[in-house]
């Protein structure tokens, strides 16, 4: 039997220098749990940070920071609605 964890791909992280708590943070990025399942977030491994998950400066993670990753799964994605037909 396979495992879901060992099946699903890992989120994409980033070993980065925050300025904000002077030290190095990974960069997760993450899926929205609530509304919007296709909005993404950039998520820290520093929880005490007034900023965790934020997103917004003075914090130095956005999504920009994953750009390509995001570029890339969207081009992979279907758009909604549409069909692909062989004509």
């Known amino acids: 039997m396979v495992n879901r964890a060992t099946r699903r791909s890992r989120s994409p992280e980033k070993t ?8 190095t943070v990974v960069a997760r990025l993450r899926r929205r749990l609530l509304g919007d399942r296709n909005a993404m977030f950039v998520q820290c491994s520093e929880s005490d940070c007034q900023y965790v998950d934020a997103n917004e400066p003075p914090c130095p ?16 994605r279907p758009e909604p609605g549409s069909r ?4």
């Open 61 to 76: 993670l956005t999504l920009a920071l994953f750009a390509d990753e995001i570029n890339s799964r969207n081009e992979s």
């Open 84 to 87: 692909h037909h062989d004509t």
């Open 16 to 23: 980065i220098h925050c300025e904000v708590v002077s030290e």
